[in-house]
């Protein structure tokens, strides 16, 4: 549940907080932004097993929701200092073309107030959260897609 | 600052800040929940701890306000009592972190409980990990500042949380990290990333001993530089610590130092990854005298491969901060879809290959009749590998998509574990694993998973199975989307050197999730193991009865 009021200086639900691109550079979360349709943003490890079909389910549908939809996704790696290191290699041997943020120390994690991994949310165009699921099961993949829809179809009727 | 008025700040300076606002901006509130329970039960086969109370539960919510430049937030945790396998001090209940931070375009103030990381952490870590039951939070305050682009310094002081308590001893830090392509105008296109960073760490802590004169400022410094260009990536960072006599190393006045490199190379479809670190007496905490995963300045990742299913992780590396010397290899490959081994859906291969040894050690000796106890300790050559083998890892794991309805995993693995050094128990371990795990979704919501996993450990020299002997485990899953999920998982010892251990640990469960909404009920046999995050591991003792957890994000 998100009690949100006016937003005046940020057009967005997310919290600010510095987290790591790839290749180590810094990056703000109120800076995960899709001007052209929804978000869905996942928190994920490359040791959560879960977490993994649940990219996979949504990398198998990606070309063709981001065709309907507009959608982009941004996968929030929570791999510490430990398993950092993997998550380029591994994002990379799967083929997975997500936006691919690292959080290694779960400050954005801990800012979302996530407990557990898989974590996703779904964010309008708009930058308001408004759906999120904790945990994946096969299927799942079926709600993410309504709600994209939704959250496409919505954004249309804003621009009319 | 109690806890009271604290809060009374909190509530004063978010009114203050309403009334100022013309528009009605309440800010937002957000937060979460968690409830582990369980109960224990007498069950002297599994040798199950039994305790008065029967029923325990840890419990922790946080709740977060946020308007505009301003946030804050509250922990509050119960442990009544502490579940077994966490440590017995957390025992009680209240306000356990408390922040207050202010933001404005390139300074960040923070108050009260705060984590922070430094570089990989190889001097500074403070974290929360709630599996692990560690919290290392600093209490006190720090300062962030960005001067400009691409610059950000990180500057802090405080007092380490250890359970309700604090440690003893004050810790400083600074941190400072450039990345080159951000701050020079020249460099905003070039293909090449280069980011460098330093950090500088000391505690201090009263010397109260009437013997010796353990140096009461310990000051530890790291540098670090990170280089990529197009799909390689190659990041590094070298700590040195000076002498810090502790109870981890006994009390030796030696300096520490540590060594990491992590390179991979990548694209689409195949990725390399490589990591190498040398650790030598880098134990850093801010009371020379604990022990455990108690006031933990630095943080010194294991580079082993983390693995998720049971038996792949029933024997895992923990680091060793004494001194380690070892290295990770991976290969990440994925064969196309309509190729030979890809088939119609493709096909994802990750081989990896790890070993960490004892570093090289030679004691000095000062008089060789040993009147004057040894307060050098030894010395390490930097570059030779030590003789004693700690851990061994060899692992092939293949994912494929075999139809609509199927998908299957299937991994096997060969480990060496030096129980004795890692656990302090047993001797080496040498097991052979074997995995096998399916999906069938046979409806668009509903799927059945079905895992295997057998474990096979060598026979000693005197012909009996080594530590626990041989382990077989099914799991029934049955998922249905979005909501319920229901399983049945039997681990079976049935090759225990002792025949009265060869035991069936069943556990059963069911959960429900909607939305961030959990709730999980199990009930059954746990077995007595070590559960590890990051290197970093905590036993969990075996127990048998129901366990509950509940968990929300608001």
């Given at each position: 549940?998100?009690?949100?009021?006016?937003?005046?200086?940020?057009?967005?639900?997310?919290?600010?907080?510095?987290?790591?691109?790839?290749?180590?550079?810094?990056?703000?979360?109120?800076?995960?932004?899709?001007?052209?349709?929804?978000?869905?943003?996942?928190?994920?490890?490359?040791?959560?097993?879960?977490?993994?079909?649940?990219?996979?389910?949504?990398?198998?549908?990606?070309?063709?929701?981001?065709?309907?939809?507009?959608?982009?996704?941004?996968?929030?790696?929570?791999?510490?200092?430990?398993?950092?290191?993997?998550?380029?290699?591994?994002?990379?041997?799967?083929?997975?073309?997500?936006?691919i943020l690292l959080d290694p120390n779960s400050?954005?994690?801990?800012?979302?107030?996530?407990?557990?991994?898989?974590?996703?949310?779904?964010?309008?165009?708009?930058?308001?959260?408004?759906?999120?699921?904790?945990?994946?099961?096969?299927?799942?993949?079926?709600?993410?897609?309504?709600?994209?829809k939704k959250a496409a179809s919505e954004n249309?009727?804003?621009?009319? | 600052?109690?806890?009271?008025?604290?809060?009374?700040?909190?509530?004063?300076?978010?009114?203050?800040?309403?009334?100022?606002?013309?528009?009605?901006?309440?800010?937002?509130?957000?937060?979460?929940?968690?409830?582990?329970?369980?109960?224990?039960?007498?069950?002297?086969?599994?040798?199950?701890?039994?305790?008065?109370?029967?029923?325990?539960?840890?419990?922790?919510?946080?709740?977060?306000?946020?308007?505009?430049?301003?946030?804050?937030?509250?922990?509050?945790?119960?442990?009544?009592?502490?579940?077994?396998?966490?440590?017995?001090?957390?025992?009680?209940?209240?306000?356990?972190?408390?922040?207050?931070?202010?933001?404005?375009?390139?300074?960040?103030?923070?108050?009260?409980?705060?984590?922070?990381?430094?570089?990989?952490?190889?001097?500074?870590?403070?974290?929360?990990?709630?599996?692990?039951?560690?919290?290392?939070?600093?209490?006190?305050?720090?300062?962030?500042?960005?001067?400009?682009?691409?610059?950000?310094?990180?500057?802090?002081?405080?007092?380490?949380?250890?359970?309700?308590?604090?440690?003893?001893?004050?810790?400083?830090?600074?941190?400072?990290?450039?990345?080159?392509?951000?701050?020079?105008?020249?460099?905003?296109?070039?293909?090449?990333?280069?980011?460098?960073?330093?950090?500088?760490?000391?505690?201090?802590?009263?010397?109260?001993?009437?013997?010796?004169n353990y140096p009461e400022n310990v000051g530890?410094?790291?540098?670090?530089?990170?280089?990529?260009?197009?799909?390689?990536?190659?990041?590094?960072?070298?700590?040195?610590?000076?002498?810090?006599?502790?109870?981890?190393?006994?009390?030796?006045?030696?300096?520490?130092?540590?060594?990491?490199?992590?390179?991979?190379?990548?694209?689409?479809?195949?990725?390399?990854?490589?990591?190498?670190?040398?650790?030598?007496?880098?134990?850093?905490?801010?009371?020379?005298?604990?022990?455990?995963?108690?006031?933990?300045?630095?943080?010194?990742?294991?580079?082993?491969?983390?693995?998720?299913?049971?038996?792949?992780?029933?024997?895992?590396?923990?680091?060793?901060?004494?001194?380690?010397?070892?290295?990770?290899?991976?290969?990440?490959?994925?064969?196309?879809?309509?190729?030979?081994?890809?088939?119609?859906?493709?096909?994802?291969?990750?081989?990896?290959?790890?070993?960490?040894?004892?570093?090289?050690?030679?004691?000095?000796?000062?008089?060789?009749?040993?009147?004057?106890?040894?307060?050098?300790?030894?010395?390490?050559?930097?570059?030779?590998?030590?003789?004693?083998?700690?851990?061994?890892?060899?692992?092939?794991?293949?994912?494929?998509?075999?139809?609509?309805?199927?998908?299957?995993?299937?991994?096997?693995?060969?480990?060496?574990?030096?129980?004795?050094?890692?656990?302090?128990?047993?001797?080496?371990?040498?097991?052979?694993?074997?995995?096998?795990?399916?999906?069938?979704?046979?409806?668009?919501?509903?799927?059945?998973?079905?895992?295997?996993?057998?474990?096979?450990?060598?026979?000693?020299?005197?012909?009996?199975?080594?530590?626990?002997?041989?382990?077989?485990?099914?799991?029934?899953?049955?998922?249905?989307?979005?909501?319920?999920?229901?399983?049945?998982?039997?681990?079976?010892?049935?090759?225990?050197?002792?025949?009265?251990?060869?035991?069936?640990?069943?556990?059963?469960?069911?959960?429900?999730?909607?939305?961030?909404?959990?709730?999980?009920?199990?009930?059954?046999?746990?077995?007595?193991?070590?559960?590890?995050?990051?290197?970093?591991?905590?036993?969990?003792?075996?127990?048998?009865?129901?366990?509950?957890?509940?968990?929300?994000?608001?």
């Open positions: 549940m998100i009690f949100g009021f006016s937003q005046n200086n940020k057009n967005t639900d997310l919290p600010s907080v510095d987290i790591k691109t790839l290749t180590g550079e810094t990056f703000n979360t109120s800076d995960i932004k899709n001007p052209d349709g929804p978000i869905f943003l996942s928190f994920w490890a490359t040791w959560c097993k879960p977490c993994i079909k649940e990219l996979i389910a949504v990398d198998e549908n990606y070309a063709d929701w981001q065709e309907e939809t507009g959608l982009k996704v941004y996968a929030v790696s929570i791999d510490d200092a430990k398993s950092m290191s993997r998550v380029a290699p591994f994002v990379n041997g799967r083929a997975w073309e997500f936006e400050d954005f994690k801990r800012a979302m107030n996530v407990i557990n991994v898989p974590h996703s949310f779904i964010l309008d165009k708009n930058g308001k959260i408004i759906w999120q699921h904790n945990s994946y099961s096969p299927g799942d993949e079926d709600e993410i897609y309504k709600i994209l249309n009727s804003d621009n009319q | 600052m109690n806890k009271l008025s604290f809060i009374l700040v909190l509530i004063f300076t978010s009114f203050k800040l309403f009334s100022q606002e013309e528009k009605k901006d309440y800010g937002e509130f957000h937060g979460n929940f968690e409830l582990n329970a369980q109960t224990y039960a007498p069950d002297s086969v599994i040798d199950a701890e039994t305790v008065d109370d029967i029923m325990r539960a840890n419990t922790y919510a946080n709740f977060t306000y946020t308007k505009g430049k301003f946030s804050a937030g509250i922990r509050y945790e119960a442990y009544l009592n502490t579940m077994l396998g966490f440590d017995q001090r957390y025992n009680g209940q209240g306000i356990a972190n408390r922040y207050a931070s202010y933001t404005s375009e390139n300074l960040e103030i923070t108050v009260g409980n705060f984590y922070e990381q430094f570089g990989n952490g190889l001097i500074f870590r403070t974290y929360e990990d709630k599996t692990l039951g560690i919290d290392n939070s600093l209490d006190g305050i720090r300062l962030r500042y960005a001067p400009i682009k691409g610059i950000r310094l990180t500057g802090l002081i405080g007092k380490q949380k250890l359970y309700w308590e604090y440690g003893p001893g004050i810790v400083r830090g600074f941190d400072g990290e450039i990345s080159l392509n951000e701050t020079f105008k020249k460099f905003t296109k070039a293909k090449t990333i280069v980011i460098i960073g330093g950090s500088f760490v000391s505690k201090y802590q009263k010397n109260l001993d009437p013997i010796y530890a410094f790291s540098g670090r530089l990170s280089v990529s260009r197009n799909s390689l990536i190659l990041s590094s960072e070298y700590a040195y610590k000076i002498n810090d006599p502790s109870s981890d190393n006994g009390n030796i006045f030696k300096t520490g130092n540590a060594l990491l490199i992590n390179t991979s190379w990548s694209k689409k479809g195949i990725g390399f990854l490589i990591n190498i670190l040398r650790l030598d007496n880098m134990s850093f905490r801010s009371d020379r005298s604990a022990t455990i995963n108690d006031l933990n300045i630095n943080y010194l990742p294991a580079i082993t491969k983390t693995h998720a299913y049971a038996f792949a992780a029933m024997y895992p590396f923990a680091t060793q901060p004494n001194g380690q010397i070892g290295a990770n290899f991976e290969i990440f490959y994925n064969f196309k879809r309509k190729s030979i081994l890809g088939g119609k859906y493709g096909m994802n291969l990750n081989i990896n290959y790890s070993q960490v040894n004892s570093i090289q050690k030679t004691e000095i000796i000062i008089n060789p009749n040993n009147e004057i106890p040894n307060l050098q300790g030894y010395t390490s050559d930097f570059f030779s590998v030590g003789k004693e083998l700690y851990f061994r890892d060899f692992n092939i794991e293949l994912h494929k998509k075999i139809s609509k309805q199927l998908k299957a995993a299937a991994i096997y693995m060969y480990e060496d574990y030096n129980k004795l050094v890692i656990q302090g128990k047993y001797g080496m371990v040498h097991a052979d694993i074997g995995i096998l795990d399916f999906t069938y979704k046979f409806t668009s919501k509903q799927a059945l998973r079905v895992e295997n996993e057998i474990l096979i450990t060598k026979k000693d020299t005197d012909g009996k199975k080594q530590d626990h002997g041989d382990w077989y485990m099914l799991t029934l899953e049955y998922t249905s989307s979005p909501h319920w999920f229901f399983a049945v998982s039997d681990q079976y010892n049935y090759g225990n050197p002792e025949e009265s251990r060869r035991v069936h640990y069943y556990i059963i469960s069911g959960g429900f999730t909607k939305g961030a909404q959990r709730i999980q009920l199990n009930y059954g046999k746990q077995r007595e193991g070590i559960t590890c995050v990051g290197g970093v591991c905590r036993n969990v003792p075996a127990s048998n009865g129901f366990s509950l957890s509940v968990s929300s994000t608001f």
